[in-house]
């Protein structure tokens, strides 16, 4: 809550003439079904170049986020203020970790 | 003593494609460093404005600071960005974000302010002994130009805290300060990440192409 209050202090903010925000509050009463509603919208949305999204938040919907392979908008995984960020959660670095795996650092030898 | 004309070699043994490799591995394994320190980065910037809005929350009171309290009328965002094709390759598909801070229609003049303003700050004049008269009539015209650009940013400033009532505590607008730096560290992290996920395409691409081979 205070990572979305504090960037809408910075002028992030949006809403439509329908009332309609380019933010979403998760809290205890929010559903994975409303987050997995929100990430398909804003990720489909023409106005919205990256949404920033708590690594937390991200963990819920962890196979929407992961399979999300657009360059535009860019999904970025930030840290909450209650969850620090794991480098071994991102959705971007699991992408590339394979590089590293022995697996394929042998085959590129053979 | 036979020359290869077919596969140039270097001094060193490596052809030509390998060196190419190399240049894409090394500047994948750069683009992921660069993106994890500055990963790092906001994350203490986050910090400190998680604990000036709590500072804030403490002083003003939490009802005060509140989402309760936000604005759900209708308006745009003060703060947006400039997505751009990635220049010198036509088809590369890779963008470029570029923050444009606090620029309304009113006040695109404010983007070039906030720089003449930021550099000013990194690069303080120094004093002249000479010639002080005139470079103090120099320095006054030049904050004063500063200023009036300046004031349009503190007014969308002003107006995005004024949800949270007209009196507002400092720690809160240190708070803003402090989310719009991370709004920068942020459009720095996007770009890093489409450079990170560019190089490792064509990481990919060539180990697909070996392994295609073999």
């Not at chain 2, 043994?13 to 490799?21: F, L, S």
């Not at chain 2, 008269?133 to 995005?160: C, I």
Request: charged residues 25%; glycine residues 4%.
């Amino acid at each position: 809550m205070d990572t979305v209050v504090g960037f809408l202090m910075a002028g992030v903010g949006n809403v439509d003439l329908r009332r309609k925000t380019n933010y979403l509050i998760v809290d205890s009463k929010t559903t994975v079904k409303q987050i997995e509603d929100t990430f398909k919208e804003f990720t489909t949305r023409e106005d919205i170049a990256v949404v920033l999204i708590s690594q937390y938040v991200a963990n819920m919907i962890r196979f929407l986020v992961d399979s999300y392979n657009k360059p535009v908008p860019a999904i970025l995984e930030i840290p909450s203020k209650d969850h620090p960020y794991d480098p071994a959660h991102d959705s971007v670095l699991s992408r590339v970790k394979y590089l590293f795996s022995a697996e394929s650092v042998a085959s590129g030898r053979r | 003593m036979v020359v290869d004309h077919e596969t140039p070699s270097l001094e060193n043994g490596q052809t030509d494609k390998e060196v190419e490799e190399n240049a894409n591995v090394l500047q994948f394994m750069d683009s992921m460093d660069a993106y994890l320190t500055v990963i790092h980065s906001l994350s203490s910037t986050l910090r400190r404005g998680w604990l000036e809005l709590a500072s804030a929350r403490h002083s003003m009171g939490a009802s005060r600071v509140n989402t309760v309290l936000l604005d759900h009328t209708s308006h745009p965002a003060a703060t947006s960005l400039l997505v751009t094709q990635d220049e010198g390759k036509v088809d590369s598909g890779k963008p470029h974000f570029t923050l444009c801070k606090w620029a309304s229609s009113s006040n695109e003049n404010s983007l070039l302010g906030e720089k003449q303003s930021s550099q000013d700050k990194l690069h303080p004049q120094l004093r002249h002994r000479g010639s002080t008269e005139l470079y103090e009539e120099k320095t006054s015209s030049e904050n004063k130009a500063s200023r009036e650009v300046d004031d349009p940013v503190q007014k969308e400033r002003s107006k995005s805290l004024s949800m949270f009532g007209t009196l507002v505590s400092p720690k809160l607008r240190a708070a803003q300060l402090s989310f719009e730096a991370a709004l920068e560290t942020l459009v720095e992290i996007a770009n890093m990440r489409s450079e990170m996920l560019c190089a490792f395409d064509q990481v990919n691409m060539k180990l697909e192409g070996r392994k295609d081979e073999k």
